[in-house]
């Protein structure tokens, strides 16, 4: 007779519940790292999809996503001369407040080249990509608009031409991509009492932003078999400029802006995988503790220690099974419905699936020192 089976058989509603428990206990950790993923993927979001080699920003400043940068906006004309390079593009970006419709919406204004970047690398599931450089906008689908709509921004309407997915900036906020020139009057823009009463007082700090004229970095594409490390530092060399790679904007990033927020997560998995190495091992435990009768009864009659573990232990990864598998349902269901995204690799799931078995494995040692300690006289009290 299989005790483990038995005690399950015999107590559904207990096994179920600490299994819901656990679940939910890994739900949160899958979460968690869930979470930390999509934070991941949405701050390397542009940095990784727009086709750029190279970044050229203020000089001295990991911009302009890590921190502000301002560059002359023909600085990309400079750029063009560059041998190895293939195509610049300008490219700005920053984060703004506007009350349309009713709605307070906080978007991530993206400016891109036209007509040197149209937005063809933008994931639309609406809409067209940019055919004119002014007055034209693609949201993303988190900023609630349509294809068609018009929505005024600063003293000028802008049409909604598409429509994207998973568009957003590392704040969450969703991106609203228009033109540079576009980009440039909205940075600038500033209401007629507010210009005013700068005339009046002389002494008033500016507005913070970028200059009129100006852009936040200088996308460089390279030719094919063009040495990148080489185009570099020629460009380095001009002094006023600072040249960063792919690879040096992710670095920037990851290991700059996130690690916090990393260390924080890591913290909180621990802290989450500890209560439930704990809940496991007391229900372990009590589960022994009920049988001990019947684990007398088999010393009785001749079992095996090893028959025994085996015995406590299929139990736990039972346990285990089962409430990972619950955790993998809740997190399909639930996470699509969050504000931020949470991405849920495979590679992760199966990392976390191994943790859950080998968790719950340790977990039984509880239950199993218990019922080895149990003696065979202990089947007549």
Not at 346 to 369: K, N
Request: proline share 3%; net charge neutral; charged share 20%.
């Amino acid at each position: 007779m299989n005790l483990a089976w038995a005690d399950i058989r015999h107590h559904v509603l207990r096994f179920f519940l600490t299994t819901i428990g656990v679940g939910a206990l890994f739900t949160a950790t899958i979460g968690m790292i869930g979470l930390y993923r999509g934070v991941v993927y949405e701050t390397l979001l542009i940095i990784n999809d727009v086709g750029a080699d190279i970044w050229v920003a203020q000089g001295h400043r990991a911009g302009p996503f890590a921190e502000l940068s301002e560059v002359s906006g023909t600085l990309d004309r400079r750029l063009e001369g560059v041998p190895g390079v293939s195509q610049v593009r300008r490219f700005i970006q920053f984060n703004q407040q506007y009350e349309i419709n009713g709605r307070r919406l906080r978007m991530a204004v993206t400016g891109l080249d036209f007509p040197k970047d149209k937005g063809n690398w933008i994931p639309l599931i609406a809409g067209r990509h940019f055919y004119a450089g002014h007055y034209e906008a693609i949201a993303d689908q988190s900023l609630g608009f349509t294809v068609g709509d018009q929505i005024r921004l600063g003293h000028d309407d802008y049409t909604i031409i598409g429509v994207a997915a998973g568009q957003v900036d590392m704040a969450g906020d969703g991106i609203l991509y228009v033109t540079i020139p576009d980009a440039q009057t909205l940075n600038t823009f500033a209401p007629s009492e507010a210009i005013l009463l700068n005339r009046m007082n002389k002494t008033a700090p500016g507005r913070s932003g970028y200059s009129a004229g100006r852009v936040g970095a200088v996308m460089v594409a390279l030719r094919p078999g063009a040495d990148q490390e080489q185009v570099r530092n020629y460009i380095r060399n001009w002094g006023d400029v600072e040249v960063l790679t792919r690879d040096d904007q992710e670095d920037i990033m990851l290991n700059g802006r996130l690690w916090r927020l990393r260390i924080q997560i890591l913290a909180f998995v621990g802290m989450t995988l500890l209560v439930t190495t704990v809940v496991v091992s007391l229900s372990i435990y009590t589960m022994t503790v009920e049988k001990t009768h019947q684990i007398a009864l088999l010393k009785l009659l001749g079992a095996r220690d090893s028959i025994i573990v085996a015995m406590i232990l299929q139990q736990a990864l039972l346990i285990g099974v089962k409430s990972f598998a619950s955790a993998l349902l809740q997190s399909y269901v639930i996470f699509p419905h969050f504000p931020r995204t949470v991405l849920l690799l495979p590679s992760d799931l199966a990392v976390e699936g191994a943790m859950a078995i080998v968790l719950c494995a340790a977990a039984s040692w509880f239950g199993i020192r218990k019922a080895l300690s149990v003696r065979a006289q202990e089947v007549l009290s």
